[in-house]
């Protein structure tokens, strides 16, 4: 919920930034640097993290599910050889 509502902050404020630029005809900067310029460089760095996040998060599912599946294969191999 956290990350909808930042994504609804930056979106309002490049809106907002577009509108202010588009009623006076020049570009917003901040010290010097296009602000929706910023925003778009913020936004893909974001969704970059967001990304690499995901593939941890299946990453370590991956492992996990490996893991599970050698004990299990451990487990059976031992069972045969004491029976």
Partial sequence: MVLLAHVALVDTLVAKTRA???D??????YDGVPLLAMLDEYA???QEREEEKRRMRVSSYLV???LFQL???VKLECELIWV
């Fill in 20 to 22: 202010w630029e588009e």
């Fill in 24 to 29: 006076r005809g020049i570009q917003f900067a």
């Fill in 44 to 46: 893909m760095l974001r």
């Fill in 64 to 66: 996990t599910i490996t």
């Fill in 71 to 73: 004990t299990h294969a």
